[in-house]
């Protein structure tokens, strides 16, 4: 099993960066893909990022293209989340995921272990 804890939110002004840290627990860390997720009330979950286990390759929603960059660092259990030049309307919950599959790494639903998020606040 894996335990995640996101840190590194906070409140930053429209056009600023922040960057996430996700601490996985476990000796298993680099057996899973890892997903950047975010909600904000009212709304459902959606994909940010996420990072395979075999090549660190990366995947990014169209929203989020050229701005934000995902990494993990296998050998201390870290995931990262680089965010740059923030808009207000990505205020949200960010969540960091493990996922087993490396398919539909897009999907929430193939994701078996989650962090309990952090907040960002983008401010205008």
């Known amino acids: 099993q894996v335990q995640l804890v996101e840190s590194g939110g906070g409140l930053v002004q429209a056009g600023g960066s922040l960057r996430l840290s996700c601490a996985a627990s476990g000796r298993t860390f680099s057996r899973y893909s890892m997903g950047w997720f975010r909600q904000a009330p009212g709304k459902e979950r959606e994909f940010v990022a996420a990072i395979s286990w075999i090549g660190g390759s990366t995947y990014y929603a169209d929203s989020v293209k050229g701005r934000f960059t995902a990494s993990r660092d296998n050998a201390k259990n870290m995931l990262y989340l680089q965010m740059n030049s923030l808009k207000p309307e990505e205020t949200a919950v960010y969540y960091c995921?493990?996922?087993?599959?490396?398919?539909?790494?897009?999907?929430?639903?193939?994701?078996?272990?989650w962090g309990q998020g952090t907040q960002v606040t983008v401010s205008s």
């Open positions: 995921a493990a996922a087993s599959s490396k398919y539909g790494l897009g999907d929430k639903q193939k994701y078996d272990y």
